[in-house]
């Protein structure tokens, strides 16, 4: 696997550190801006819409850039707005902060998939996904806590300002390993026309269905797994770290299985992944107050969230080849309308009276939604595989 692969994922590391940093910060955030935590929730799902409108955005403001021109730039918003947020005087300037970072995260999303997948040979793809993929299930094992630790010794913005050193390092990392013509085919301009009509797919469009509800259906449990571990498993604060970094390792194991499934296997990894997603959430739900069962199943949940990802990642490509790089872009946006709505949806659950157990309720549910859109595109694959009907058949069968 080329170097370039790897330093794109310590990319999204430290930016997918900040993505999901906040569901270990939420308490802290809550009582310094003053709000709710179901309202502190809601800067999740700012930085998703920043995300969702970001990524076919940016994907086109930088169609013909220089990859690595391109990379580098949105990395230095990426940090002018985390300092920005780090000194923000209140909660809705860091809303809007949360907004920025996540347009350029985004963008550099999309341009990093496209890069890594132009680097290595039509077998590898996958696996070069799941590496870059692999930075942010690396940020929720290791950046996601040491985030919290920090909040818990420092503040909230104590990590932000670590978010926003970390990434100028990979900022750096950027400029020496990503040459200029990284991921590009010649000096042959893209056509946002063409890629535009590469993407009129029926079977694409159901396929960022399936990401948005996959995707939904582990962020809605895990956004709020910190008030669930403690004001209901009862588990102390200082452990909530560990439990954040046991879900991030069960993640990585997940990609490192997905990965090496979905090249020839992409609807089954999906299928058995959302149904183990699904039963996962369900138990979680049913055994909340179990110390014991709760350590064991946010593993699980890990495994269940993220073995469906190098194929939901990688599927898309071979959908619409002919799109590199909207066709990246508008699946990075497909997961973060998963990431906008379901804290939306579990935060709506909690202040309906619910309970913070009901988001591992409303995560089953979109799992099983998910499902069923995999079932459909296994019915399509088969329609357009299946041989046509012989004109002279249909003939004798009119007569």
């Known amino acids: 696997m080329p170097i370039a692969v790897y330093i794109l994922g310590l990319g999204i590391f430290t930016q997918g550190t900040s993505e999901f940093m906040l569901s270990g910060l939420l308490p802290g955030m809550a009582a310094d801006l003053g709000v709710s935590i179901p309202q502190a929730g809601l800067l999740i799902s700012a930085f998703a819409i920043g995300m969702v409108v970001g990524a076919p955005l940016l994907a086109v403001a930088t169609l013909n850039l220089p990859r690595r021109t391109a990379l580098v730039w949105l990395q230095a918003v990426f940090v002018a707005a985390h300092i920005a947020g780090a000194l923000a005087p209140g909660y809705g300037f860091l809303f809007a902060t949360r907004i920025v970072s996540a347009l350029a995260y985004a963008g550099f999303w999309g341009v990093a998939v496209a890069t890594a997948v132009t680097l290595v040979p039509e077998s590898a793809k996958s696996r070069a996904v799941a590496v870059v993929a692999g930075g942010l299930t690396l940020a929720t094992i290791v950046g996601v806590p ?4 920090l909040s818990q010794h420092a503040s909230w913005r104590a990590a932000f300002w670590a978010v926003a050193g970390a990434t100028v390092a990979s900022l750096v990392c950027t400029l020496i390993a990503v040459r200029a013509d990284h991921g590009r085919p010649g000096d042959v301009p893209r056509s946002v026309r063409a890629e535009l009509r590469g993407m009129a797919r029926p079977q694409l469009w159901l396929s960022y269905a399936i990401t948005a509800f996959t995707f939904g259906a582990v962020i809605v449990t895990f956004s709020y797994l910190a008030p669930l571990l403690t004001d ?5 604060e200082k452990w909530v770290p560990a439990l954040l970094a046991l879900f991030g390792a069960g993640g990585l194991l997940g990609l490192v299985i997905g990965g090496r499934t979905a090249h020839a296997h992409p609807l089954a990894t999906l299928g058995w992944g959302l149904g183990a997603l699904a039963a996962v959430s369900v138990l979680l739900a049913l055994a909340a107050h179990s110390a014991i069962a709760v350590i064991a199943l946010v593993f699980l949940l890990g495994i269940a969230g993220y ?3 190098p ?10 080849p002919d799109a590199p790089t909207l066709v990246g872009a508008t699946n990075t946006a497909a997961f973060n309308v998963g990431n906008t709505l379901a804290p939306l949806l579990g ?12 988001v591992a309720w409303v995560g089953a549910g979109l799992a099983a939604v998910g499902f069923a859109g995999v079932l459909g595109a296994a019915r399509m694959r088969r329609n357009a595989s299946a041989p046509a009907e012989p004109l002279e058949s249909r003939t004798r069968a009119v007569s």
């Open 146 to 149: 040491a985030g919290t630790v």
């Open 347 to 358: 935060g709506l659950a909690i202040d309906a009276g619910l309970g913070y157990t009901s």
């Open 311 to 320: 194929a939901l990642q990688s599927r898309v490509f071979t959908l619409a």
């Open 307 to 309: 073995v469906t990802n």
């Open 232 to 236: 209901v498993t009862g588990i102390g």
